[in-house]
């Protein structure tokens, strides 16, 4: 137990951390919240699948899977300032084009169906009955021997 609360205690710290540095990049909005809920709801399924899979939990995989979490806030970063370089290009050139934030919505969308497919996998392994649309919309078919794979 005292694993799981130093995991907690460490996902926190991160979240936390997270939430200040996309406050200071200015690209908090509606789809960093959807995609900090997504984090978070995969990394608890996470666990649990672990939990039960496992028949108990694993600090190496929880903090592998926080690293992971926390990487994706290197991509959000590395977008947001590859959009900013890419308008001052465009500012200082004789091009009249706009990116606005197509590059940085891009990547939150891209971030989000990965941790929803991940969710989708864990709720399946869970033994949570997910509707057919869901599993179609996250890109996900049954085989042969009836089981979900990525299309």
């Given at each position: 137990?005292?694993?799981?609360?130093?995991?907690?205690?460490?996902?926190?710290?991160?979240?936390?951390?997270?939430?200040?540095?996309?406050?200071?990049?200015?690209?908090?909005?509606?789809?960093?919240?959807?995609?900090?809920?997504?984090?978070?709801?995969?990394?608890?399924?996470?666990?649990?699948?672990?939990?039960?899979?496992?028949?108990?939990?694993?600090?190496?995989?929880?903090?592998?899977?926080?690293?992971?979490?926390?990487?994706?806030?290197?991509?959000?970063?590395?977008?947001?300032?590859?959009?900013?370089?890419?308008?001052?290009?465009?500012?200082?050139?004789?091009?009249?084009?706009?990116?606005?934030?197509?590059?940085?919505?891009?990547m939150y969308i891209y971030l989000i169906g990965t941790e929803g497919l991940s969710?989708?996998?864990?709720?399946?392994?869970?033994?949570?009955?997910?509707?057919?649309?869901?599993?179609?919309?996250?890109?996900?078919?049954?085989?042969?021997?009836?089981?979900?794979?990525?299309?």
């Amino acid at each position: 137990m005292n694993s799981l609360m130093q995991t907690f205690e460490t996902k926190t710290f991160i979240g936390a951390l997270i939430v200040v540095l996309a406050y200071i990049s200015e690209s908090m909005h509606e789809l960093f919240v959807i995609l900090a809920i997504f984090m978070v709801l995969d990394y608890i399924t996470g666990i649990l699948c672990g939990m039960i899979k496992n028949e108990g939990f694993s600090y190496k995989k929880g903090i592998t899977g926080a690293i992971k979490k926390l990487m994706y806030l290197v991509l959000i970063i590395i977008t947001v300032m590859l959009e900013f370089l890419i308008e001052y290009l465009l500012k200082n050139s004789s091009i009249n084009m706009e990116v606005g934030n197509s590059i940085t919505i891009a990547m939150y969308i891209y971030l989000i169906g990965t941790e929803g497919l991940s969710i989708i996998q864990n709720l399946i392994i869970l033994g949570i009955p997910v509707p057919p649309f869901m599993t179609r919309l996250f890109g996900l078919i049954k085989d042969e021997g009836g089981n979900l794979t990525k299309k």
